[in-house]
C-alpha cells in the first residue's frame, strides 16, 4: 500500500492536486459550468502511457535508489 501523501504533485493544467502513484486528483472539482479549470477535467490527470511512465520512474527511484535529485527533477517535470 502506498501513502498518496508521498507522490503529491501540483497540476497546473487542472489546478489541483494528484497523487502521481494511483493517477488521482486529490481534489475534488468545482461545480462552476464555466470553471476554466474544472468544465472539462478528465477522469485522471494523466494518459495511461504518461502514468506507466511516471510508474515506472518511481519504481526507480524506489527500488533502483535514484538519487534525490533526479527524483526531483522528475517530479518537477509534472508540474506546470
Known sequence: ????EDFIVRNDDYDAY???YCNTFLEIACTDPECYFCVERPLRPYTKKQHKEIL?????AKHL???EEEW??????FED
Do not use: R
Open 1 to 4: 500500500m502506498h501513502n498518496c
Open 18 to 20: 494528484v497523487c502521481l
Open 56 to 60: 515506472q520512474e518511481i519504481a526507480a
Open 65 to 67: 535508489k535514484t538519487n
Open 72 to 77: 526531483g527533477k522528475f517530479l518537477a517535470s
